[in-house]
């Protein structure tokens, strides 16, 4: 254990103890409950040195311990080797399934506290009411910042608005939209604390957290108000005066509390119980009435309006481009034993970054080589970086911010001879996402489904991943963007055209190696029969499949005709971007199997 | 309209007005919130003369309406012809969506009334929590009974044990197990309402309920004492002896109440929301404690024991016999046209009836020729029965109640000519049918999932079908029993081996015809490997299914493999049970395509 590690959690027991806290729970979160962490919100980070972006910290006198889902498990054993922390697995991904434990450890009267700021107002209701029953007390607390000496400043990145060219519609165009369902859901006053809805809503863009192009703020709508809390200097003075000629009165951002102590005691407040932190609301008059429900915003941003998606096929086309660049360099390169893994992902950002209007990757690349792509959320060893040699497979999951819109793409390329084994599993997981991709659905489908469905071809051969089918995309926003989601789980939310979503099957051989191949689809209306409506996917990414691993017989004739289509349409849409030679080494790629 | 019914309306309005009552709801339910209803809890069919059985009447001084899903939409139309009655669709199955519609109709101030003994508690929860925020009072009112002059008694069938040979557990081993559940939940008390439930726990039998072999009764389990309310006249002497010898308390079914009042103020008492009506639970001191969760009972009976597997197995073999005799018999006498559906179905329960463990039928036969099987719901006219004729389809739905298992099955035969359009439809649904029975699963999967994949077939060609793909299927107990139900819905119960389901895909066409083919399958372990633990369907239902409407260029090999397999599987296993002309009918029947 890092020794500033190791005193950092004894200091923090100290605090513990001086304030008679038995258990302190950290959540992998912020005051506007974001899944990607400005560092001065990496508490878990600091204190227990795991990096992965989704868990939660439990310390007591005597444990100290890391709830997480299987994604994270290698990364959390491989980061708390000779340290006192221990990996907890989580059942199911998201679940304070902690609480359980320390209630069965814990005796009533005693007290378990978390800093109420970063909390999700959904994860403490749950927390209360199975620790109320049980008599224990629950409380906020903020030693955590106490403890922490050299925490980080908030960040100050500069942000700036986009234009109605890009996004597609006005701000007073969307804020009419979300005042319609505050007064639908009967309330006065909307407060969004999502980072993604503000910048959604606002039509502004920063670089406060790293891969999500949002700026830190809070908005509280109302029918004649519209407040947006954000650090004025983020903005240059042209963008001001937009915002302001939108009708958006600008607040600092720490004026937030000030601001909802003045509400009206007869308010009603439309809040997403999912994406608003607990400490945000303890201020509150308490006679103003809370209204809770997922974010107008939410809904209405997952939808995508005809100039975002024509905006989205050209980033598509242009990320095409810079993917066809890379996997020929690579190809050229890889025999010559210079490449690793983290210079090949460098070189994919380099590529990338040649469109004028990229601003940064969009999460951090999952470049891995061999064993390495068996682990999903594998990051690079940019200390030790892994060579790729002239065998075996190499997966590469990665993804632009462009102005135009937001990329995430993964393929997996035979960097020579591969095993049978390999050659199935990459077969089976090319099915499946053919499958997913190919997907004819009605009116009313949800992601559980589109899951389902997609799994099957591995199902049938007693195969499996741990994590989901794919995500919602934001534009030029958050690659993990809800409120639909491809997963095994009951989320009710229905898919509707508009909605852009990955679908990224998988198989992972610890040790050996791991096939993810993803591609993002556009959900569109397919036909209406006497049956009902029925949607289907327009597959937007553009990027050739390898074919070279593909066992043809393992195939049906429509899966093969898939294939042979979509890198028959990456060639053809692609073709006149590229030089003579990058057009020449595409249409051998995308020949027909 | 009748002008009984009428009058009940008139009489019912004038009840209403005199106690205030602005909008009565009257569910279709009893005190033990079944399915399938006592004449006596038939209000909805007493009061609108429909007769499906799930939907929910409202009434206000200038509406009467019913809410209820598609599958009852026709039949609804047709039985409220010329009638103040209206339909009104149910977006969702089984949601109280009339509350909304009552919201938006009715003033705050105003009463809506319903009779709280046969209101489901998660329901009234649901009423109530809306009701209240609009400021509607929501009171109890038995006016429908003031309402009802000629209201049947309750049923007074008899009841008998049934022996662990049939059942495969004794009621102390069952006792045991749902102790341990009360123990679990924090519980000191369980009381069971459910019928079923009560049927499973205590190895007792009735028939109190058309199709269910269940008797009016009610349960309370404390750790030292258990309570059944039942008539102990329904009961031969020596099963009172049994029950008494397992620890069984006999307490008259109409004494709940006052049991239930005295309970200790200290009491936790465990009951199922889903489950209970209101009614049973308003007269319990305020200081007794209540903890909701399914009936440990329900989780349990899901779960097949071997020896209900083995007495199932036997039962399918003589059920698929009755069918074998049926079909043989519809191909030779239809062509003389003296067949009817009710004549049809009338010999199907006949040939059931054979067998010396048959009880009775498990439903209401749908025996339904032609444009009638688009109705997923059809009960043969008794009054003006339709001759089958030798062309097109017929439909028939069906299923025996004996002493050692239930069945269900669904198949479609063809009398003569078909359409293409009929045989590709025909086509689709078995290939559906065979996607669901032949899938592989990991532990942890869900019903939606199982679902989406029975579908696809469908989807892929725009076509869906209304009704869920599949439901539980009780052991000697009802033909439709939860947790675990197959369909779109979000239901989270994850399928267990020992779980036995049906697959029942179908296709409607109104006014043409319906296409529905049934399976029971049992979920099994199939295989662990390295990505877990994987189940699979083992097909329990014996039934040939008839291959000349298949087009068999629309199935790949496997679907071909699996009607062959399965169809081959029927004669092997059946044959011996049958007479040469009927083996030698079969043989050709269950040939290979």
Same mark, same amino acid.
């Given at each position: 254990?890092?020794?500033?590690?190791?005193?950092?959690?004894?200091?923090?027991?100290?605090?513990?103890?001086?304030?008679?806290?038995?258990?302190?729970?950290?959540?992998?979160?912020?005051?506007?409950?974001?899944?990607?962490?400005?560092q001065?919100?990496?508490?878990?980070?600091?204190?227990?040195?795991?990096?992965?972006?989704?868990?939660?910290?439990?310390?007591?006198?005597?444990?100290?311990?890391?709830?997480?889902?299987?994604?994270?498990?290698?990364?959390?054993?491989?980061?708390?080797?000779?340290?006192?922390?221990?990996?907890?697995?989580?059942?199911?991904?998201?679940?304070?399934?902690?609480?359980?434990?320390?209630l069965?450890?814990?005796?009533?009267e005693?007290?378990?506290?978390?800093?109420?700021?970063?909390?999700?107002?959904?994860?403490?209701?749950?927390?209360?009411?199975?620790?109320?029953?049980?008599?224990?007390?629950?409380?906020?607390?903020? @030693?955590?910042?106490?403890?922490? /000496? !050299?925490?980080?400043? *908030?960040?100050?990145?500069?942000?700036?608005? =986009?234009?109605? +060219?890009?996004?597609?519609?006005?701000?007073?165009?969307?804020?009419?939209?979300?005042?319609?369902?505050?007064?639908?859901?009967?309330?006065?006053?909307?407060?969004?604390?999502?980072?993604?809805?503000?910048?959604?809503?606002f039509?502004?863009r920063g670089?406060?957290?790293?891969?999500?192009?949002?700026?830190?703020?809070?908005?509280?709508?109302?029918?004649?108000?519209?407040?947006?809390?954000?650090?004025?200097?983020?903005?240059?003075?042209?963008?001001?005066?937009?915002?302001?000629?939108?009708?958006v009165?600008?607040?600092?951002?720490?004026?937030?509390?000030?601001?909802?102590k003045?509400?009206?005691?007869?308010?009603v407040?439309?809040?997403?119980?999912?994406?608003t932190?607990?400490?945000?609301?303890?201020?509150?008059?308490?006679? @103003?009435k809370?209204?809770?429900? /997922? !974010?107008?915003?939410? *809904?209405?941003?997952?939808?995508k309006?005809? =100039?975002?998606? +024509?905006?989205i096929?050209?980033?598509?086309?242009?990320?095409?481009?810079?993917?066809?660049r890379?996997?020929?360099?690579?190809?050229?390169?890889v025999?010559?034993?210079g490449?690793?893994?983290?210079?090949?992902?460098?070189?994919?950002?380099?590529?990338?970054?040649?469109?004028?209007?990229?601003?940064?990757?969009?999460?951090?690349p999952?470049?891995?080589?061999?064993?390495?792509g068996?682990?999903?959320?594998?990051?690079?060893?940019?200390?030790?970086p892994?060579?790729?040699?002239?065998?075996?497979?190499?997966?590469v999951?990665?993804?632009?911010?462009?102005?135009?819109?937001?990329?995430?793409?993964?393929?997996?390329?035979?960097?020579?001879?591969?095993?049978?084994?390999?050659?199935?599993?990459?077969?089976?997981?090319?099915?499946?996402?053919?499958?997913?991709?190919? /997907?004819?659905?009605?009116?009313?489908?949800?992601?559980?489904?589109?899951?389902?469905?997609?799994?099957?071809?591995l199902?049938?051969?007693?195969?499996?991943?741990?994590?989901?089918?794919?995500?919602g995309?934001?534009?030029?926003?958050?690659?993990?963007?809800?409120?639909?989601?491809?997963?095994?789980?009951?989320?009710?939310?229905?898919?509707?055209?508009g909605?852009?979503?990955?679908?990224?099957?998988?198989?992972y051989?610890p040790?050996?190696?791991g096939?993810?191949?993803?591609?993002?689809v556009?959900?569109?209306?397919?036909i209406?029969?006497?049956?009902?409506?029925?949607?289907?996917?327009?597959?937007?990414?553009?990027?050739?499949?390898?074919?070279?691993?593909?066992?043809?017989?393992?195939?049906e004739?429509?899966?093969i005709?898939?294939?042979?289509?979509?890198?028959?349409?990456?060639?053809?849409?692609?073709?006149?971007?590229?030089?003579?030679?990058?057009?020449?080494?595409?249409?051998?790629?995308?020949?027909?199997?």
């Amino acid at each position: 254990m890092q020794p500033d590690r190791t005193l950092a959690l004894k200091h923090l027991r100290e605090l513990m103890k001086r304030d008679g806290i038995d258990a302190m729970i950290v959540p992998s979160s912020d005051p506007h409950v974001s899944e990607y962490l400005p560092q001065c919100y990496r508490y878990i980070s600091w204190l227990s040195g795991f990096t992965g972006s989704a868990g939660t910290l439990v310390i007591t006198t005597d444990f100290a311990g890391l709830w997480t889902d299987s994604r994270y498990f290698s990364q959390a054993e491989a980061e708390f080797k000779d340290t006192e922390w221990e990996l907890v697995p989580l059942a199911v991904q998201g679940r304070p399934e902690y609480v359980d434990w320390l209630l069965q450890r814990i005796d009533a009267e005693r007290s378990i506290a978390f800093d109420f700021q970063v909390m999700p107002l959904l994860i403490d209701k749950e927390i209360n009411m199975k620790c109320h029953a049980k008599g224990l007390q629950v409380k906020h607390s903020d @030693i955590l910042n106490q403890a922490w /000496t !050299n925490r980080p400043e *908030l960040p100050a990145e500069k942000a700036y608005c =986009i234009s109605e +060219d890009l996004c597609g519609e006005s701000i007073a165009d969307k804020l009419s939209r979300i005042r319609s369902a505050i007064k639908q859901a009967g309330a006065s006053y909307h407060l969004i604390s999502s980072l993604d809805d503000i910048a959604w809503t606002f039509n502004i863009r920063g670089a406060d957290i790293s891969y999500n192009p949002v700026v830190l703020a809070f908005a509280l709508i109302g029918s004649d108000e519209v407040l947006l809390f954000v650090d004025e200097e983020k903005f240059a003075e042209g963008d001001i005066r937009r915002l302001k000629a939108s009708g958006v009165q600008l607040r600092s951002y720490s004026s937030l509390q000030m601001h909802l102590k003045g509400l009206a005691a007869s308010s009603v407040l439309l809040i997403d119980p999912q994406r608003t932190a607990k400490g945000t609301l303890t201020n509150l008059d308490r006679s @103003i009435k809370i209204v809770e429900s /997922t !974010n107008p915003s939410t *809904l209405f941003k997952a939808v995508k309006n005809r =100039i975002e998606l +024509d905006n989205i096929l050209t980033v598509m086309r242009n990320d095409g481009v810079a993917l066809v660049r890379f996997f020929r360099w690579l190809e050229k390169e890889v025999p010559s034993g210079g490449i690793t893994e983290v210079s090949a992902a460098g070189k994919l950002t380099e590529l990338r970054a040649q469109n004028p209007n990229f601003v940064s990757n969009s999460f951090a690349p999952i470049s891995a080589y061999g064993p390495n792509g068996a682990l999903p959320h594998y990051r690079p060893d940019e200390e030790n970086p892994v060579v790729l040699k002239d065998y075996g497979l190499y997966l590469v999951d990665s993804g632009g911010q462009y102005l135009d819109g937001t990329t995430d793409v993964t393929r997996v390329i035979p960097l020579g001879r591969l095993s049978n084994e390999e050659m199935v599993d990459y077969t089976l997981v090319l099915k499946a996402m053919v499958e997913g991709c190919s /997907t004819i659905y009605p009116k009313g489908t949800r992601g559980y489904q589109i899951d389902a469905i997609t799994r099957k071809p591995l199902w049938d051969q007693s195969r499996d991943y741990g994590h989901g089918t794919g995500h919602g995309v934001g534009f030029f926003l958050n690659v993990h963007e809800g409120p639909h989601v491809f997963n095994k789980s009951n989320v009710a939310i229905e898919i509707e055209p508009g909605m852009v979503t990955s679908i990224e099957p998988g198989l992972y051989r610890p040790g050996k190696y791991g096939i993810r191949i993803e591609n993002l689809v556009l959900s569109v209306p397919y036909i209406k029969s006497e049956f009902g409506e029925f949607y289907s996917f327009e597959t937007l990414t553009l990027a050739p499949i390898d074919t070279r691993p593909v066992i043809k017989g393992m195939l049906e004739k429509r899966h093969i005709d898939w294939i042979n289509s979509y890198n028959k349409n990456v060639y053809t849409i692609l073709s006149s971007l590229l030089t003579d030679e990058e057009r020449g080494w595409l249409r051998k790629k995308t020949m027909e199997i």
